[in-house]
């Protein structure tokens, strides 16, 4: 894996393009101009899209921008990686196959410069996580892959439009924050303990890196409120947020 490895999570692109989701948009794609730049790679780690499920002959056309800037990443010979999240864990061939150079629909663990890296969304990572974790098996069955096909796409898409509204991006409380930091943190120490020297994971939306003994964990922030990116430059891993004048 080409370095530097560049570490992006919950961006949560939207189909309905408003203001706020084109200024959005903007933003991300100077990072990832910033990072053609360096020749390196692009790993996203879930939750890319808000929503996405590839129907057989069909894509979403709502993403075709973001598309573009991928194919012009990659003429430019930065390699782009994407782990599945929770939110978009229904990819088909065109993402598999064309789009990126490589996807993980589990916690991937790579080596690179001698490093050992965990990469994972986070989702169902957490002790307390039972009911979610027997849901993700449910929504990432083929059988329940094969029957949401049978909805009409415009139908499907409303459905996820609606669902991802009533739902809540908002940071969690500075209460709910410790909780995760402390699971989180010996998780991580775990797998620093079975030869791991990082651990990079999303889904929590924090934005922070902590040094736990010789290893580190970078625990991603989201971009609505804390648009951040975690790098590796072949010889360390920090964590940077991220604005337009950046």
């Known amino acids: 894996m080409n370095t530097p490895v560049y570490f992006i999570s919950d961006i949560h692109l939207k189909t309905e393009t408003t203001p706020e989701e084109i200024q959005r948009r903007k933003s991300l794609y100077k990072l990832l101009d910033k990072i053609q730049s360096t020749g390196g790679t692009c790993f996203f780690v879930g939750d890319l899209f808000d929503f996405y499920f590839e129907y057989p002959d069909l894509i979403p056309k709502g993403f075709s921008d973001f598309y573009q800037k991928i194919y012009e990443m990659k003429k430019n010979n930065v390699d782009v990686h994407f782990l599945l999240g929770n939110h978009d864990y229904w990819v088909g061939s065109f993402i598999t196959e064309n789009l990126m150079d490589k996807v993980y629909f589990k916690d991937a663990i790579i080596e690179t410069n001698g490093k050992r890296f965990l990469i994972t969304h986070g989702d169902g990572l957490l002790s307390w996580d039972h009911g979610y974790r027997l849901l993700k098996k449910v929504i990432r069955s083929k059988f329940f892959i094969w029957l949401f096909k049978w909805i009409h796409p415009t139908i499907a898409y409303k459905i ?17 924050n410790i909780n995760i930091r402390k699971e989180i943190k010996d998780i991580a120490q775990s797998h620093f303990d079975n030869g791991f020297d990082y651990m990079v994971c999303g889904h929590y939306h924090l934005g922070e890196i902590f040094s736990i003994n010789k290893g580190k964990l970078a625990i ?9 990116y975690a790098v590796f430059d072949g010889t360390d891993l920090s964590i940077h947020n991220w604005n337009d004048n950046a």
Do not use: R
Not at 160 to 169: L, M, P, R, V
Not at 220 to 228: A, H, V
């Open 160 to 176: 996820a439009n609606f669902i991802s509204k009533s739902g809540s991006h908002d940071n969690h409380s500075e209460k709910f």
């Open 220 to 228: 991603l922030g989201d971009w609505f409120f804390k648009p951040t």
